[in-house]
């Protein structure tokens, strides 16, 4: 029992987080509670506090919307929500696709494909790429453009509202993850990722490596969804400063030397450049 | 200096190639892969904008700027009592995630407190636009506009029907029936529905109530049910229609002919021969 809760503790309050979220969100549909109603594009809680998605807003507003005062409240609440805990938080402890992807992660890693398939042949800066071309295309023809064809938007507007064809779009990406392209989509592609990576860059929440007591077992490495972010390990100990992690915490617990934990960013970094060496016999 | 060694021993040496070669080549293919994504994204795009056969909840602003304010939130959806509204699925065929709705299945009832409006968080669904002097007025929507195929109606065939005038939320108003005598029998009468486009709000529950198989009557979207005149033809009966010649002014274009090409064009009698 220990060790499953030391072993697993942040995944099991992810998929609690997540699944909870979920729930809530379709007793908003279903039963009508207001405790949170709408979806990720943009949702409202008790019906008084708005709630919206940067990434679509910023989207409009390359398409030439109005933007009403409460789709600003929201997006501003979300953006400052996520620059304390972290921007990519809501890959890994809200979007429905996490799930998804997390397994096909989970099957790469038990049939070896990783071992097979070593080089992932595409850039991480896909993503960034993609929203620069989303508010092109936005703005071209004046709709938000990644929303229509978002598969985070179907997938979580299909699990509240009905899927429709939207099981396709989870299929897609499932067997492109486990086929075709290490973490592909969440690491490569998506620009809602792209868009919190840009915010979290700023985030107080951080994971922390101790070098000191880093075995270099590198199993934070393997297990870690974005693992260009983890440059540190065995080398400096240093917090992952990158926007790209998405304190999923999965590093936290597989690791089993207490060498990486949570802890609030030191705003003014200057002590951590030396490394705690006394502790290696 | 490489380059002027003899070409043999320029051969024979492996030079690596150029960072700057390697780097022009990663930016285009970056170019050339963004131009790929961009031009089947924007096709599909375009193509999912187009569609127009589809009915907005109340208070929708016009199809383009809805298309561009609609955060695609669903809380109208959850908002309304009837399950008229939906999302759209992928596979509907409509811009994805948009609401909308099929009065053939479910129609708008209407409601008086109008709460798929309110919840809306981006204004796409307008408040002012159902409002009568601040209350909100639901008689005021404008969903689309009720049309009749006058060879499927059956009042048309002479067969007794009021359905669609009973269904009328503005009963008597939206839908009249108009008497006229039946020729071909004589000695009945024919009561057929009218649509008034002012007054229609394009609720659907006319062709929710129509009897036949397919309904005979059925709401479109204004812009497709409606013609337009043009703005020069006025009403010379109507004053206020009659308002819009005033500060108009004329003008007068004079071409000028020349006779002496006419003449000659008639003369020239080579074509016939």
Not at chain 1, 172 to 191: A, E, M
Not at chain 1, 209 to 224: F, G, R, S
Not at chain 2, 147 to 169: N, T
Not at chain 2, 253 to 270: F, H, M, P, Q, R
Request: charged share 20%.
């Amino acid at each position: 029992m220990k060790h499953l809760y030391d072993k697993y503790r942040f995944l099991f309050l992810r998929r609690v987080t997540q699944m909870g979220l979920l729930m809530l969100y379709m007793t908003g549909s279903y039963w009508g509670w207001t405790f949170l109603t709408g979806n990720l594009s943009s949702s409202s809680i008790l019906g008084l506090i708005p709630l919206s998605d940067p990434y679509a807003v910023l989207q409009m507003v390359a398409a030439g919307a109005v933007l009403s005062t409460n789709l600003l409240i929201g997006a501003a609440i979300i953006v400052l929500f996520y620059m304390v805990i972290g921007g990519r938080a809501f890959c890994s402890w809200v979007c429905p696709v996490n799930m998804i992807t997390d397994a096909a992660n989970y099957l790469r890693r038990a049939f070896d494909f990783d071992k097979i398939q070593k080089k992932q042949p595409a850039s991480r800066h896909i993503r960034y790429w993609i929203i620069g071309l989303s508010l092109m295309i936005s703005s071209a023809f004046g709709v938000a453009a990644f929303e229509f064809i978002s598969p985070v938007s179907m997938v979580h507007r299909g699990i509240i509202f009905g899927l429709g064809f939207g099981w396709a779009a989870m299929l897609v990406i499932f067997l492109f993850d486990l086929f075709v392209l290490k973490n592909g989509w969440c690491g490569h592609i998506c620009p809602i990722g792209g868009c919190y990576s840009l915010i979290g860059r700023f985030s107080i929440f951080r994971v922390h490596h101790n070098e000191a007591h880093c075995t270099l077992c590198m199993k934070c490495k393997v297990v870690c969804p974005e693992s260009q972010v983890l440059h540190m390990i065995g080398k400096t100990s240093i917090a992952v400063l990158s926007g790209e992690c998405t304190n999923c915490g999965r590093c936290v617990e597989v690791c089993d030397d207490d060498a990486l934990e949570f802890s609030i960013r030191k705003l003014l970094e200057a002590s951590t450049s030396q490394p705690l060496k006394e502790n290696i016999s | 200096m490489s380059n002027r060694l003899p070409k043999k021993e320029r051969k024979m040496r492996k030079q690596p190639v150029s960072d700057r070669r390697a780097f022009l080549l990663s930016a285009a293919r970056a170019v050339g892969l963004a131009a790929m994504g961009g031009l089947v994204w924007s096709a599909y795009v375009d193509e999912v904008r187009a569609s127009e056969l589809l009915l907005r909840p109340p208070g929708a602003l016009k199809e383009e700027e809805f298309l561009r304010t609609c955060i695609k939130c669903g809380m109208c959806v959850e908002a309304c009592p009837y399950d008229t509204l939906m999302l759209a699925k992928p596979g509907d065929q409509k811009p994805l995630g948009t609401p909308y709705f099929i009065p053939r299945d479910i129609p708008c009832y209407m409601c008086t407190d109008i709460p798929c409006v309110p919840v809306c968080p981006s204004g796409a669904l307008d408040m002012e636009s159902v409002s009568t002097d601040d209350v909100l007025d639901i008689n005021r929507a404008d969903m689309g506009l009720a049309v009749i195929d006058h060879e499927s109606c059956i009042a048309f065939w002479g067969i007794q029907c009021d359905a669609c005038y009973r269904a009328c939320p503005l009963l008597d108003v939206a839908i009249t029936v108009e008497y006229e005598k039946n020729a071909r029998t004589g000695k009945h009468a024919f009561l057929k529905p009218v649509v008034h486009a002012d007054a229609c709000t394009g609720c659907g529950l006319c062709e929710h109530a129509c009897v036949t198989e397919k309904a005979a009557i059925f709401v479109l979207p204004r812009e497709v049910a409606m013609g337009r005149a043009g703005t020069h033809y006025i009403k010379g009966w109507d004053t206020k229609d009659e308002q819009r010649l005033e500060g108009a002014s004329s003008k007068t274009t004079t071409t000028e002919i020349s006779k002496k090409s006419a003449v000659d064009s008639l003369n020239d009698v080579g074509d016939l021969y």
